[in-house]
């Protein structure tokens, strides 16, 4: 006699494990990850403050009426909730009080600063785009 796991099809086999992946493979992805790769913008009537992250590393822009200011730093994460990440800087701006940052990462269009309620709204969707008014005949 056969055993019966020979007559169940191949398919049908594999599926449980296939759906184990599957499973672990998308509940390894979290909030932040939306904001890997991208530049996000805050301005308010003095202010502009602009934060890129590109893996591990933060680009941070502060622009006021005076000149710009840059820096870049590397930084660690840590998953404080499912949307709430403190991000651990290896170099603190001068201009930044302390050498963390706690963001709340709601989706992939924008984030919000914890401390100071700063909505970080995505670059691309706060560039104003105007069309060129079409010329009378």
């Given amino acids: 006699m056969k055993p019966k796991l020979q007559n169940v099809p191949s398919f ?8 184990l992946i599957l499973a672990f493979s998308s509940g ?3 909030n932040f ?3 890997n790769g991208k530049v996000f913008l805050y301005k308010d009537s003095v202010y ?3 934060a890129g992250f590109d893996k591990d590393t933060l680009f941070y822009i502060m622009k006021d009426e005076r000149m710009p200011r840059f820096h870049k730093t590397t ?5 404080v909730d499912d949307s709430t990440f403190l991000l651990t ?5 001068n201009f930044w009080e302390k050498d963390s940052w706690e963001i709340v990462v709601t989706d992939g269009k924008g984030f919000k600063s914890k ?9 691309s969707d706060s560039l104003i785009v105007k069309k060129a008014p079409e010329f009378q005949k």
């Fill in 115 to 123: 401390e100071s309620g700063n909505y970080y709204l995505l670059y």
């Fill in 48 to 50: 502009e403050f602009t």
């Fill in 89 to 93: 800087l290896k170099e603190k701006p």
């Fill in 75 to 79: 930084f660690t994460k840590k998953k």
């Fill in 12 to 19: 049908a086999k594999f599926l449980p494990i296939l759906i």
């Fill in 28 to 30: 390894c992805k979290n």
């Fill in 33 to 35: 990850d939306n904001l």
